[in-house]
């Protein structure tokens, strides 16, 4: 594909403004399409809720060459992440781009690439593009229970909505809320109207385990989640060294490890004493999220403004016949509720493609079909953006963005598409069994951000400095390291499109650094396993980010107190 063909980015939140600036970079004409006012995907103003805050600090959630303002908390709110990204779009030029206020109702495949239709203040119109980017976000389709009665207990009075939908704290005030579901934006918003409301309640199916985001020194949610050490604490497919070796000789300081955590997290948030102990061991934190504990929420729950009846669902709604709105439960309850805020989870599908697209994508239990979550191998001039959901989804983002613009050009030397079809198959197959189903149908990739963002640049044939990935085994990742993906050479586009989206381009160069001596590839982290050992660093002279991990301590992950 030449630099001239037309890009259509559906999305303008994170992954689709991350594309956006690097295939705009690459000299792709772009339009990015969003419906919503502003920019920002679920950090927008119309979906923020209260209580919404990032779950990383500032040190770890943002672009590789856009560092957040130094006034900044340490930890944004949502209003303060929406306004980092509108100027993440001004300081690229991104603005000129965007077609806010605009809605893909429709997006059909034609030969020449796809022709959509578009809904915007003067109504329906028609235009196309060679090559479709869909960042949607897989947190975009609210997902709300259809619960019995719930007409009547809408004729009663009472309010049902989804958290994404609940924007103002005020019009609580004095009224009974139940909020349904258990994670991080259910006890945000419990949280949040906790204080106003005159009971809250939460309904929780089955209680997750959680992770407050600083318990000791050396033992905190990012040190966890977001260091190599901590990544290799949770068994993954194809385990690597370090995996290995916790999983063997290991074990003793793995399991010791997560035990320690389990216990700290129990006594910091009281859950013994609250009754609010999940069942099951603290490493199913990690399916397709991770729940950070939200501050003050067992605080309320201590005090009684919070209300928490656990392991149990709604089975019926009330109301009508004078009857006050109310909700029965499984376990017998029934709870007054003039507001029911549905905390549970979003619908992962694309509602603008045809049936027979959306078949191509996914397989027979609606998982999506993708290769390094980007790429579809059975419907041409497709890519994903934003389906590689993490802990850091700013850095997998940008990273993806950077491995499609290498897709687009010829850049990429893949394997062919049978290879490619049975190892995404694996590794759904692989996930669904870790995760017991709750992996969000493959768009999720925690709590393996790191190894996502090593395979892909292995694709690039780009490698950070050994040091600086020696040092990510103890100490957070920063995006400020991958920033060479951005500054590093390249040559021109290749001359003509791939004739399919995953054909091989043997006689194409890849760019970039050098790998090096030949080894044999290590694909738990995507390099010859002779630069493990010690080789000499072969990104010496070539253009890279700051190094901000000179040194590497020596307490491991948790120090003395892990043992």
């Given at each position: 594909m030449t630099s001239g063909n037309r890009i259509a980015i559906v999305g303008a939140g994170i992954a689709g403004l991350a594309c956006a600036k690097v295939l705009i970079q690459k000299g792709f004409p772009v339009e990015i399409f969003d419906r919503a006012p502003d920019v920002g995907g679920v950090w927008s103003a119309t979906r923020r809720y209260p209580g919404l805050r990032t779950q990383n600090s500032k040190n770890t959630y943002h672009f590789s060459d856009f560092p957040m303002p130094s006034d900044y908390p340490k930890v944004l709110d949502g209003e303060q992440m929406q306004a980092y990204l509108a100027a993440y779009a001004d300081h690229f030029g991104l603005r000129e781009h965007l077609r806010l206020n605009t809605e893909v109702v429709a997006a059909d495949p034609v030969d020449s690439g796809w022709l959509l239709e578009i809904r915007d203040q003067g109504g329906i119109h028609r235009t196309s593009c060679d090559h479709l980017v869909i960042a949607n976000g897989v947190f975009s389709d609210p997902a709300i229970p259809d619960f019995r009665g719930a007409e009547l207990f809408r004729a009663a009075g009472g309010q049902m909505g989804h958290v994404s939908e609940f924007l103002d704290?005020?019009?609580?005030?004095?009224?009974?809320?139940?909020?349904?579901?258990?994670?991080?934006?259910?006890?945000?918003?419990?949280?949040?109207?906790?204080?106003?409301?005159?009971?809250?309640?939460?309904?929780?199916?089955?209680?997750?385990?959680?992770?407050?985001?600083?318990?000791?020194?050396?033992?905190?949610?990012?040190?966890?989640?977001?260091?190599?050490?901590?990544?290799?604490?949770?068994?993954?497919?194809?385990?690597?060294?370090?995996?290995?070796?916790?999983?063997?000789?290991?074990?003793?300081?793995?399991?010791?490890?997560?035990?320690?955590?389990?216990?700290?997290?129990?006594?910091?948030?009281?859950?013994?004493?609250?009754?609010?102990?999940?069942?099951?061991?603290?490493?199913?934190?990690?399916?397709?999220?991770?729940?950070?504990?939200?501050?003050?929420?067992?605080?309320?729950?201590?005090?009684?403004?919070?209300?928490?009846?656990?392991?149990?669902?709604?089975?019926?709604?009330?109301?009508?016949?004078?009857?006050?709105?109310?909700?029965?439960?499984?376990?017998?309850?029934?709870?007054?509720?003039?507001?029911?805020?549905?905390?549970?989870?979003?619908?992962?599908?694309?509602?603008?493609?045809?049936?027979?697209?959306?078949?191509?994508?996914?397989?027979?239990?609606?998982?999506?079909?993708?290769?390094?979550?980007?790429?579809?191998?059975?419907?041409?001039?497709?890519?994903?953006?934003?389906?590689?959901?993490?802990?850091?989804?700013?850095?997998?983002?940008?990273?993806?963005?950077?491995?499609?613009?290498?897709?687009?050009?010829?850049?990429?030397?893949?394997?062919?598409?049978?290879?490619?079809?049975?190892?995404?198959?694996?590794?759904?197959?692989?996930?669904?069994?870790?995760?017991?189903?709750?992996?969000?149908?493959g768009t999720a990739i925690t709590p393996f951000s790191i190894r996502n963002v090593d395979e892909m640049l292995a694709d690039l044939k780009f490698r950070l400095p050994l040091r600086t990935r020696a040092a990510q085994w103890f100490r957070t990742v920063r995006p400020e390291a991958y920033r060479g993906l951005a500054t590093r050479h390249e040559s021109a586009p290749s001359a003509t499109p791939p004739a399919y989206p995953v054909t091989q381009h043997a006689d194409v160069a890849a760019p970039g650094p050098s790998l090096g001596a030949p080894g044999t590839p290590d694909p738990t982290i995507g390099v010859p396993r002779a630069l493990d050992a010690g080789a000499h660093d072969p990104s010496a002279g070539v253009p890279r980010a700051h190094d901000l991990s000179v040194g590497v301590p020596t307490d491991l992950l948790y120090g003395s107190q892990g043992k």
């Open positions: 704290v005020e019009a609580v005030r004095g009224k009974s809320v139940v909020v349904v579901g258990y994670g991080k934006s259910a006890c945000d918003i419990a949280e949040a109207v906790s204080d106003v409301a005159a009971s809250t309640t939460v309904v929780a199916r089955r209680l997750l385990w959680k992770m407050p985001r600083k318990m000791a020194r050396v033992i905190d949610y990012e040190r966890l989640m977001l260091t190599r050490l901590g990544e290799a604490h949770f068994h993954h497919r194809e385990p690597g060294r370090m995996d290995r070796f916790l999983d063997g000789p290991g074990v003793s300081f793995r399991v010791s490890n997560l035990d320690l955590i389990q216990e700290l997290a129990t006594k910091h948030m009281n859950l013994r004493e609250l009754g609010l102990l999940p069942e099951g061991r603290f490493e199913q934190i990690a399916e397709s999220t991770v729940s950070l504990a939200t501050e003050n929420f067992y605080e309320q729950v201590a005090n009684g403004r919070i209300v928490v009846q656990r392991d149990t669902t709604i089975t019926e709604m009330r109301g009508g016949g004078g009857e006050a709105p109310a909700v029965q439960l499984a376990n017998g309850h029934l709870v007054p509720a003039d507001i029911v805020v549905c905390a549970t989870g979003f619908q992962q599908r694309v509602p603008f493609l045809t049936p027979y697209v959306q078949r191509r994508l996914t397989d027979e239990h609606g998982n999506f079909r993708l290769h390094r979550q980007i790429l579809p191998l059975e419907v041409p001039n497709l890519t994903f953006a934003g389906y590689n959901s993490s802990v850091i989804s700013t850095l997998n983002a940008e990273v993806g963005a950077h491995w499609t613009a290498a897709l687009l050009t010829g850049r990429l030397d893949l394997p062919p598409r049978d290879v490619l079809s049975e190892q995404i198959d694996a590794r759904l197959r692989w996930m669904e069994e870790r995760t017991h189903g709750h992996h969000a149908h």
